[in-house]
């Protein structure tokens, strides 16, 4: 059976829009792995042990380990405070509001310190670390002041962390995850050495697709954001990131109001 032209136009047809979202997303994927690339952890940073790890060890099924490390020109004793304060509901994540808040998170990044956000109690151990308003987020699992934070989520146990099923993609059974922020004080504390680093284990009958997503939004997506992260943290710890439009009015607003 011959083909003729028209077939053959018919189906450059139906494979152009595949063929232009797979150009797309390798572009995507290329110009996203070359952004976090730039603050990506050495060898020896990869298989250092950190904080959490035991959450989700090595050899856990579908194990995965992104890594970033970066050395910030602010102290460590500021750069402590907005990490301290990071969350949907208080300070955001000092990363790209835009995307944030197209992947539901409304986030409204600060980069301020609030005092009411700078309690010793005000974030513990066992407290709720919220993604999203909408009531999806992990566990605080551990944190050392000055030091580091940990959060863990696992879908298996609602209990502990609930909402935490909210980042399980279809066909994928189960998942749980770790992330922490730790600081190293450089240069008797003047400056200040980054870590972070997402833990990521899933169920082995996972679909390819449920691991593709997962991929996408926690390896790709997360190590974006991390670089951005990294630079909002060190501008506010300095003083010098812009404040976002919404807050700064409010504030202004609210001085007037005190002053007179």
């Known amino acids: 059976m011959s083909i003729t032209p028209r077939k053959c136009k018919a189906a450059a047809l ?3 829009p ?21 603050v990506n952890g050495t060898p020896e940073q990869y298989k250092m042990t950190l904080p959490g790890d035991d959450l989700v060890p090595e050899g856990s099924p579908r194990f995965k380990r992104l890594t970033h490390v970066e050395d910030l020109d602010a102290p460590c004793d500021e750069v402590w405070k907005h990490v301290y304060q990071l969350n949907t509901t208080t300070a955001g994540f000092y990363s790209f509001t835009f995307f944030e808040k197209m992947f539901g998170l409304s986030v409204d990044n600060t980069f301020m310190v609030e005092q009411a956000w700078q309690a010793p109690d005000y974030y513990k151990p066992g407290d709720m670390f919220c993604w ?5 987020g992990a566990e605080v699992a551990d944190m050392v002041p000055g030091k580091y934070l940990v959060w863990f989520a696992d879908t298996r146990d609602g209990t502990r962390t609930p ?13 749980r995850w770790s992330w ?11 400056r200040t050495r980054i870590y972070s680093r997402w833990n990521i284990s899933a169920s082995e009958e996972s679909s390819p697709i449920s691991v593709f997503l997962m991929d996408l939004v926690m390896m ?9 992260m990294f630079q909002g943290l060190e501008k506010a710890a300095v003083g010098t990131a ?16 005190l002053r007179h």
């Open 14 to 16: 139906a494979t152009a």
């Open 242 to 257: 812009r404040k976002n439009i919404v807050p700064a009015r409010l504030s202004a607003v609210h001085g007037q109001v």
């Open 180 to 190: 922490v922020i730790a600081l190293e004080p450089l240069d008797s504390g003047n």
């Open 18 to 38: 595949v063929a232009a979202a797979l150009s797309a997303y390798g572009f995507l994927k290329g110009a996203t792995k070359f952004y976090s690339s730039q």
């Open 132 to 136: 999203s308003y909408a009531g999806f």
């Open 163 to 175: 909402g935490a099923s909210f980042l399980l993609p279809p066909g994928m059974p189960w998942n």
């Open 220 to 228: 790709d997506g997360g190590g974006m954001v991390n670089r951005r």
